[in-house]
């Protein structure tokens, strides 16, 4: 009854960016989270940043790309993005949204991930 589809990914030059979004159908939560992870080849999959959405919606950008990546969400259109600057190689990954039920849920509702490569 919930799908995840994020799109945007592609082939960049280092230096550059993308604009991720990630679109949430099927359902509507009064409360929830949107979140973006990333996996690259070889390692474990890593969480970026998310979006949680109650009484107020607040922001969360992990350290390593804080001040490169920005998140936003736009309500009215149930679609969060990821802005990505300053774009570097190891970036490359295949990007994922996910939604949780509630705050505090589990990520439950994932996406089948966007690829994004980023050359020297």
């Known amino acids: 009854q919930v799908q995840v589809v994020e799109f945007g990914g592609g082939l960049v030059q280092a230096g550059g960016s993308l604009r991720l979004s990630c679109a949430a159908s099927?359902?509507?939560?009064?409360?929830?989270?949107m979140g973006w992870f990333r996996q690259a080849p070889g390692k474990e999959r890593e969480f970026v940043a998310e979006?949680?959405?109650?009484?107020?919606?607040?922001?969360y950008t992990t350290d390593f790309v804080k001040g490169r990546f920005t998140i936003s969400f736009d309500n009215a259109k149930n679609t969060v993005y990821l802005q990505m600057n300053s774009l570097k190689p190891e970036d490359t990954a295949v990007y994922y949204c996910?939604?949780?039920?509630?705050?505090?849920?589990?990520?439950?509702?994932w996406g089948q991930g966007t690829q994004v490569t980023v050359s020297s």
């Open positions: 979006i949680v959405w109650n009484d107020r919606r607040t922001d």
């Open positions: 099927g359902r509507t939560f009064s409360s929830f989270r």
């Open positions: 996910a939604l949780a039920q509630g705050p505090y849920g589990a990520y439950a509702y």
